[in-house]
């Protein structure tokens, strides 16, 4: 099964500093993914990527940056952490138009 | 703004019962993906099912694009099946996916 892993697993983080959550994959995808899950929201897309050096903006992506350095690597960054941004934080890779496969999340909680 | 809807939002069930999930989409979809949660786990996938009856194990899934749902048949459910099931599709073509509440399902002995 393809391999999607992230870190840290949990974060404490103050507000107002900044975070940054990493993600790795090891499946040869091009597309990947930032999610977050919360209780009364479920999962939203925040910000995605189809190919190294480019990203794009999904359905929440107000106080979020995303990089790509390379087809493996996914990160998303809080430069201003705030409480509301306390949730679960879900990578994901794909190829096109395919499956998705899913890391084993991040705990952010800011305090 | 597209939607997912999944029902029931919970279930409970005694162990060998069957189960069926429903999923319906505000939009035609052309990518259709189950998952499956424990509290505070990962989401791992159990079946991408972009149309037609796809099966794996005691899973079945069938999606029927043109009514704008698809269902998730578990069958001799197991104390182990407990956990949430969500439902996701694909709104735009682009390979990302939109999620339902999710169902809630608990399996007693």
């Known amino acids: 099964e393809a391999a999607v892993t992230q870190s840290p697993r949990s974060k404490v983080a103050v507000t107002g500093g900044k975070v940054t959550l990493s993600c790795h994959q090891t499946?040869?995808?091009?597309?990947m993914y930032w999610y977050r899950q919360d209780t009364g929201h479920g999962l939203r897309l925040i910000h995605y990527?189809?190919?190294?050096?480019?990203?794009e903006k999904g359905d929440i992506p107000d106080g979020y940056k995303a990089s790509r350095p390379s087809q493996e690597n996914f990160s998303l960054i809080l430069e201003l952490a705030s409480l509301s941004q306390t949730a679960v934080y879900f990578c994901a890779s794909s190829a096109r138009y395919a499956e998705q496969f899913f890391g084993p999340g991040t705990r952010l909680t800011v305090l | 703004e597209q939607q997912v809807q999944q029902s029931p939002a919970s279930l409970v069930l005694q162990e060998a019962e069957n189960a069926e999930l429903q999923c319906s989409f505000s939009?035609?979809?052309?990518?259709v993906q189950w998952f499956y949660q424990r509290p505070g786990g990962r989401l791992v996938s159990l079946l991408y099912n972009p149309s037609g009856t796809k099966q794996s194990g005691r899973l079945t899934s069938t999606t029927v694009i043109k009514e704008r749902r698809s269902s998730l048949h578990i069958s001799s459910s197991q104390i182990t099946d407990s956990g949430t099931y969500l439902c996701?599709?694909?709104?735009?073509?682009?390979?990302?996916?939109?999620f339902g509440g999710g169902t809630r399902l608990t399996v007693r002995p």
């Open positions: 939009i035609f979809t052309n990518q």
């Open positions: 499946n040869n995808h091009d597309y």
């Open positions: 996701a599709m694909d709104y735009n073509a682009g390979a990302k996916l939109t």
């Open positions: 990527s189809y190919v190294a050096d480019s990203t």
